[in-house]
């Protein structure tokens, strides 16, 4: 036998021995086997063996705390997608319309497959690939599971045809077609209105002077997505709205980079592991800031701002450089770290460690945490202002449509101008300051 054969199998044998010990000394390991045994066999209805497997992964995963989850190989490859900022789909922006509990379609991308295939701005989704979709459920969460449910469906590998029934404005029969999805890139930074040329106008249509700039996550290319919007075109601006509500948060370098654009030095965020060890801290370098000191700034949060959302409000906030306006952030200070599965086809994500502010407090809200203890971000004192339920859909429903193109715009004649108090709020302190 050639040596080399010999060493390979030597080292084989010595790994399953090595793999053989360590199970052995977890007992658990033998009775987790026998309940899938027991359960395959004796159970009153058959159970594929993968739904077994991944349903005591999940349950692991969630007896850990709320941010930790096993991640099935459908949801691993959509979560790299947004954190990518790209995927595969066809090129329509989607807003809810309660009225008709359907999805509405109110932007079309340039050159994408939806645009190509004939979809059109304010066309209502009832079918995808034969399937109904409908958005009856009772409460704002319901509705939302189910229209990311349907955003599911849309999307898929690159090359694949979709099918998408839509009923159409002044059309008497519902219209299908078969689109063949590509690659999507995504925009994480958005303003408050749409151009003619379908470029964000960062500034409040109301209030000319103001600046506003919504960041909807913490992807790869936010900070330059950012960077461009912060050049307002150019223009003179007298202050401006960071908006971070409803942001989950995303990439923690992301928000590191973003901190990093408004202040000159100083702890950003550091992260503390088991124990109370630290282990890493993220400081501003000298010469990345672009924003004046002098520039008055407001950040918008509220109780769905999270995790990378809540390092750069509490950064801001600690450094004196904004005044945080809305309501306290949800309380998500901790890194989890995605370890792969089935050579990457699945992962679980699980806590790791948690972030802590520059002030030296912890973001994070744990288990047995009280509304009096330190967690989270909460308004500057006199800042606060709730927003809720019904309201809180209305608002962002809208914050949605006014990111219309104008043609779109123009045929939502129909949409009911809503109360945002917290924006107003952010309004009444730039123009006093101002």
């Given at each position: 036998?050639?040596?080399?054969?010999?060493?390979?199998?030597?080292?084989?044998?010595?790994?399953?021995?090595?793999?053989?010990?360590?199970?052995?000394?977890?007992?658990?390991?033998?009775?987790?086997?026998?309940?899938?045994?027991?359960?395959?066999?004796?159970?009153?209805?058959?159970?594929?063996?993968?739904?077994?497997?991944?349903?005591?992964?999940?349950?692991?995963?969630?007896?850990?705390?709320?941010?930790?989850?096993?991640?099935?190989?459908?949801?691993?490859?959509?979560?790299?997608?947004?954190?990518?900022?790209?995927?595969?789909?066809?090129?329509?922006?989607?807003?809810?319309?309660?009225?008709?509990?359907?999805?509405?379609?109110?932007?079309?991308?340039?050159?994408?497959?939806?645009?190509k295939s004939g979809l059109k701005p304010n066309d209502l989704i009832m079918a995808i690939n034969g399937d109904d979709i409908l958005l009856d459920g009772k409460t704002v969460r319901k509705r939302m599971e189910q229209r990311d449910e349907a955003?599911?469906?849309?999307?898929?590998?690159i090359g694949e045809p979709v099918e998408i029934t839509v009923e159409r404005p002044k059309v008497d029969v519902p219209l299908t077609f078969e689109i063949v999805r590509d690659r999507i890139k995504t925009e994480s930074v958005m303003g408050d209105?749409?151009?003619?040329?379908?470029?964000?106008?960062?500034?409040?249509?109301?209030?000319?002077?103001?600046?506003?700039?919504?960041?909807?996550?913490?992807?790869?290319?936010?900070?330059?997505?950012?960077?461009?919007?912060?050049?307002?075109?150019?223009?003179?601006?007298?202050?401006?709205?960071?908006?971070?509500?409803?942001?989950?948060?995303?990439?923690?370098?992301?928000?590191?980079?973003?901190?990093?654009?408004?202040?000159?030095?100083?702890?950003?965020?550091?992260?503390?592991?088991?124990?109370?060890?630290?282990?890493?801290?993220?400081?501003?370098?000298?010469?990345?800031?672009?924003?004046?000191?002098?520039?008055?700034?407001?950040?918008?949060?509220?109780?769905?701002?999270?995790?990378?959302?809540?390092?750069?409000?509490?950064?801001?906030?600690?450094?004196?450089?904004?005044?945080?306006?809305?309501?306290?952030?949800?309380?998500?200070?901790?890194?989890?770290?995605?370890?792969?599965?089935?050579?990457?086809?699945?992962?679980?994500?699980?806590?790791?460690?948690?972030y802590w502010r520059p002030s030296g407090k912890n973001i994070h809200r744990g288990r047995n945490a009280e509304e009096e203890d330190d967690w989270g971000v909460r308004p500057n004192k006199g800042y606060k202002v709730k927003l809720e339920g019904?309201?809180?859909?209305?608002?962002?429903?809208?914050?949605?449509?006014?990111?219309?193109?104008?043609?779109?715009?123009?045929?939502?004649?129909?949409?009911?101008?809503?109360?945002?108090?917290?924006?107003?709020?952010?309004?009444?302190?730039?123009?006093?300051?101002?």
């Amino acid at each position: 036998m050639p040596r080399r054969n010999l060493t390979i199998i030597i080292l084989a044998a010595i790994a399953s021995i090595v793999c053989y010990q360590r199970a052995d000394r977890n007992p658990y390991t033998t009775v987790f086997s026998q309940a899938l045994h027991i359960i395959g066999q004796n159970y009153v209805e058959e159970v594929e063996p993968r739904e077994l497997f991944e349903g005591a992964l999940e349950g692991m995963a969630r007896k850990l705390d709320p941010n930790s989850q096993y991640i099935p190989p459908t949801d691993y490859k959509l979560l790299q997608e947004q954190l990518d900022q790209a995927f595969g789909g066809v090129g329509i922006e989607i807003t809810s319309d309660k009225d008709a509990k359907r999805i509405k379609i109110v932007r079309v991308l340039n050159g994408t497959p939806a645009a190509k295939s004939g979809l059109k701005p304010n066309d209502l989704i009832m079918a995808i690939n034969g399937d109904d979709i409908l958005l009856d459920g009772k409460t704002v969460r319901k509705r939302m599971e189910q229209r990311d449910e349907a955003i599911k469906k849309m999307r898929g590998k690159i090359g694949e045809p979709v099918e998408i029934t839509v009923e159409r404005p002044k059309v008497d029969v519902p219209l299908t077609f078969e689109i063949v999805r590509d690659r999507i890139k995504t925009e994480s930074v958005m303003g408050d209105t749409r151009n003619e040329d379908d470029s964000w106008n960062f500034f409040l249509k109301d209030h000319p002077n103001i600046g506003y700039i919504r960041i909807k996550e913490f992807g790869g290319r936010t900070a330059a997505e950012l960077l461009d919007a912060l050049q307002f075109n150019g223009k003179a601006v007298d202050g401006f709205i960071l908006d971070l509500r409803n942001n989950g948060g995303g990439l923690l370098e992301s928000a590191v980079e973003v901190c990093d654009l408004f202040i000159d030095d100083g702890l950003i965020v550091r992260t503390v592991e088991r124990g109370g060890v630290e282990a890493q801290a993220w400081y501003a370098e000298s010469g990345n800031s672009v924003v004046r000191k002098d520039l008055p700034l407001v950040v918008l949060i509220n109780g769905h701002s999270a995790s990378a959302a809540e390092i750069v409000a509490a950064c801001l906030q600690d450094y004196d450089r904004a005044i945080v306006v809305g309501e306290r952030s949800y309380g998500k200070g901790t890194v989890q770290k995605i370890f792969n599965l089935e050579g990457g086809r699945s992962a679980m994500k699980i806590t790791t460690a948690s972030y802590w502010r520059p002030s030296g407090k912890n973001i994070h809200r744990g288990r047995n945490a009280e509304e009096e203890d330190d967690w989270g971000v909460r308004p500057n004192k006199g800042y606060k202002v709730k927003l809720e339920g019904e309201q809180l859909e209305k608002v962002f429903t809208q914050r949605i449509r006014r990111g219309a193109p104008p043609s779109v715009r123009a045929q939502d004649e129909e949409i009911e101008e809503v109360e945002d108090p917290q924006l107003n709020k952010a309004i009444e302190i730039l123009t006093t300051e101002n």
